[in-house]
């Protein structure tokens, strides 16, 4: 591609507010030679974003008077993420736990109170949401998209105006920026392999079609065994996307369409050593917490006891894939002096979870058999079908044959199911008018969803405690069969359900340029949101009619009747900020907002009637409160952007779906911290960048857990991320690394779960070995730390000392890749 020289030139994992200061004296050079291409720090000077602006053809970032972060195509990949999710490293202020593998991360934002999933994130593509509710049971965000080489660039806004345009969403916004074609055709061919024996190829074309006309193709393909050593398949699959655009007097219209095919294991916890509470966590015996998985060959096809007579096939293999289409438009035009904008999408996605959930923590084969014994002893149904005989003893044995030691440790994962059908369209149409010195806007956002649900949780299987563990067969000797095949457990929750919601919103908004220096801007915004379901109601009952097999007694199954909930909400969100120019490239920002994140379909089901009766008794909108103070510049010698930030929540839904059920909570949270991204280039092609955030952000409102800190979320948090450029003749190599350090947390809301510090060292290099080849190596977690990011969340309490179940980092992965660019 045209741009192969620049690239090199970009930082490591530095975002994209300073890296486009990268290498300016070495650039400067280069400028001096050719005058007609800016330095590196003028092309930061001069940056748009168009991500929460109010005029689609958006503002310089300089002169944003909001915190927003960009990361160009390089960075990106010098960045080396894992996931979608994983890109949030480079944002101060967030925290991705992207340890699930490609999909099914949780991402935390400073001082928004989450915990799972990532209910504070909206993902975009070209200013429109994928999926207009950012977060469901088994589905967020991050998992509607994958990374490839037809992004352009992302742009990462927290907080600001985000609360009036598009979904509203108060926390933080990706949107992903695809290619166009100019009138310089380029392309680039991938190839790349690394741990786990992965194997994949990227590609990409754009340039012009005909007159006014251009286009762009491009996407993957790869296949890999995965990080964590499963004995089969983890990821497999690939996406084609492709843009379309038309250019216009005075504006362009832009079709675009990605297809995306792809199968990705999910990984929950494994087997550690808890000990000093919990701030100590060390690896189990003969398990690798850095490659190791409980799943197994012997467990990928399973099956799920259903009802009597229904039994249905999975495959692990399958994980939290993504099988979808989106088609989407964007327009932009100038007519008369009013800038008019449309962007609509469609989506169609089954985002489908089969995979393993670990449960209680592991313990000896013994201990179990005597729990066993007890617990079935103790129930009067299992004692009258073995006719009132007790059991003394029983055998445990291994499903693929020999007897399994008392001294071995098992443990309890449940094999779920759960099938998802998504489909949304979403529409923004938006016009703005320079009045004088005020630049007015008004726009109106419409939003059609639905998810189709079938899910099958429970499923316990009793396996041996190893790596690519064996399933393990238990019966009694009064005739009692606690685990068969390896299942020891029923499907406690089993709906059938069918949601439906629209939203529809009107803003307006105004930008006043008082003089030079000094610009306010404020909007409000009104929205309603509709919500339907049926949501089967469940019973019990036992598949095989046999009271002695206890492993699926009283299993949930839907009765054939349903329950239909309705709820409708109107909400008014605000924002009101203001820039202060301190000089051509500084300024300070205020920003003051209120905002929502309403009733999703998921709460409505879990809060049944409470969700849907009067205003006095019901479950309420969650209301989120912001107040920030920021300072930002950029100089050839430094950059830096910080931001002081104050949270105020009332109202919001969390869940923790255990081992035996769904338990549901609303409470609110209020937090204080700052965020910050600094950068220092002293000499020739040297960068020295420090980014992340401190906070302090506790639980309110629900007495049972007002005063604790919010959880998962560390109160510090920092990377440090040096790269330095070696001219080579006409050539480069840049070697770069991120240190990145994460605070202690507690892994749940009651402040019980310890989650102690971690370190990380990610090193690259990036070699150029001509004009149209280059070679790039990186290494994740290049010291093996086992940092965890998740608790064992399907039980409550603390972390005993000993056996426990949670999930640590992947262990070092190390990548090259070759590219061609024509």
């Given amino acids: ?186 392309g680039s061919l991938r190839f790349t392999a690394g741990t786990g024996n992965l194997r994949r190829v990227d590609g990409v074309y754009s340039g012009k079609i005909a007159e006014g006309w251009y286009g762009m193709i491009g996407g993957f393909y790869r296949v890999t065994d995965g990080v964590r050593k499963s004995g089969f398949p983890a990821d497999d699959g690939g996406q084609l996307s492709a843009s379309l655009t038309r250019k216009l007097d005075g504006g362009e219209l832009t079709f675009y369409a990605r297809g995306t095919n792809d199968k990705n294991a999910f990984y929950t916890g494994v087997p550690l050593i808890s000990s000093n509470e919990g701030r100590t966590i060390s690896a189990f015996p003969g398990f690798d917490p850095l490659t190791g998985t409980l799943m197994s060959n012997e467990m990928r096809n399973f099956t799920v006891e259903a009802a009597p007579g229904r039994t249905l096939n999975y495959d692990l293999g399958d994980g939290r894939g993504l099988k979808s289409t989106l088609l989407g438009m964007d327009f932009q035009q100038n007519l008369n002096g009013w800038q008019v904008s449309n962007k609509l999408n469609y989506f169609k996605g089954d985002l489908n979870t089969i995979a393993m959930f670990t449960g209680n923590n592991p313990l000896s084969a013994a201990d179990y058999l005597r729990a066993a014994i007890a617990s079935n002893n103790g129930n009067a149904a299992t004692l009258a079908a073995a006719g009132g005989v007790r059991a003394t003893t029983g055998v445990m044995t291994y499903v693929k044959g020999g007897a399994v030691s008392p001294n071995q440790q098992v443990v309890q994962a449940g094999l779920w199911a759960v099938e998802k059908k998504l489909q949304s369209f979403t529409d923004e149409f938006r016009v703005s008018r320079d009045i004088g010195a005020h630049t007015v806007t008004g726009g109106a956002y419409v939003a059609n969803y ?110 054939g009747s349903f329950t239909s909930l309705e709820r409708e909400d109107s909400v008014n969100s605000f924002t009101l900020g203001g820039l202060y120019k301190l000089t051509k490239d500084s300024s300070v920002f205020v920003r003051a907002n209120q905002g929502h994140t309403f009733i999703y379909f998921d709460d409505m089901r879990n809060a049944g009637s409470q969700a849907v009766l009067d205003d006095r008794s019901r479950v309420p909108t969650p209301k989120v409160k912001q107040f920030e103070v920021g300072f930002k510049t950029a100089t050839p010698l430094y950059s830096a952007y910080v931001n002081a930030f104050f949270t105020d929540f009332t109202g919001i839904s969390f869940q923790q779906i255990t081992t035996t059920g769904v338990l549901y909570s609303v409470s609110g949270s209020e937090g204080k911290g700052v965020e910050f991204e600094l950068a220092l280039r002293p000499i020739t092609g040297l960068q020295l960048q420090l980014t992340g955030n401190w906070q302090d952000s506790e639980y309110k409102d629900n007495p049972s ?77 290049v010291t093996n730390e086992v940092g965890l990011t998740e608790g064992n969340s399907r039980l409550t309490g603390g972390n005993a000392s000993g056996p426990i179940n949670a999930r640590p980092l992947f262990g070092r992965a190390v990548e090259a890749s070759l590219t061609y660019r024509f």
Avoid at 511 to 517: A, G, L, S, T, V
Avoid at 744 to 760: C, I, K, V
Wanted: proline letters at 6%.
């Fill in 1 to 186: 591609m045209n741009q192969s020289k620049q690239f090199p030139q970009l930082s490591a994992i530095a975002l994209a507010v300073l890296a486009l200061s990268i290498h300016c004296q070495a650039a400067a050079q280069e400028a001096s030679a050719a005058p007609s291409t800016p330095t590196a720090v003028q092309q930061e000077i001069q940056q748009v974003v168009v991500t929460g602006t109010a005029s689609a053809s958006g503002t310089r970032k300089i002169d944003a008077a909001f915190s927003i972060t960009t990361a160009t195509e390089e960075q990106l990949k010098m960045a080396a993420p894992s996931s979608t999710a994983d890109i949030m490293k480079l944002v101060p202020g967030a925290y991705a736990e992207p340890t699930g593998g490609q999909s099914g991360a949780n991402i935390q934002v400073r001082g928004f109170p989450s915990g799972s999933d990532s209910p504070f994130v909206s993902v975009q593509v070209n200013g429109n949401p994928i999926y207009p509710v950012p977060v469901l049971s088994f589905f967020e965000g991050s998992s509607s998209f994958r990374l490839d080489d037809t992004i352009e660039r992302v742009e990462v806004l927290r907080g600001g105006p985000s609360t009036i345009y598009s979904v509203g969403q108060p926390g933080a916004t990706m949107n992903f920026i695809l290619k166009k074609g100019t009138d310089t055709p380029e």
């Fill in 450 to 559: 639905s998810s189709k649900d079938v899910w099958f949780l429970g499923n316990s299987h009793l396996m041996s405690a190893t790596p690519q563990a064996s399933l393990i067969n238990v019966r009694l000797d009064n005739g009692v069969v606690v685990a068969n095949n390896g299942k020891d457990g029923n499907i406690f929750y089993a709906p059938v359900a069918s949601y439906d919601g629209d939203n529809t919103a009107l803003y307006l908004a105004d930008e006043w340029r008082i003089n030079d220096r000094i610009k306010l801007d404020a909007g409000v915004r009104r929205e309603k949101q509709r919500l339907n379901a049926s949501v089967s109601n469940l019973g019990s009952v036992d598949p095989d009619n046999n009271p002695l097999t206890v492993y699926n007694n009283g299993t949930s199954a839907p009765t």
């Fill in 705 to 781: 857990i007002a005063g604790n800190t919010v959880q998962r979320q560390p109160k510090f948090q920092y990377r440090f991320s040096p790269s330095y450029r070696l001219p080579l003749g006409e050539q480069a190599v840049r070697v770069y690394g991120t240190y990145s350090r994460i605070g202690s947390r507690w892994a749940d809301q009651a402040n019980q779960q310890f989650l102690p510090a971690y370190e990380t060292l990610d090193l690259g290099v990036l070699a150029e070995l001509s004009d149209k080849l280059e070679l790039r190596v990186s290494a994740t977690n």
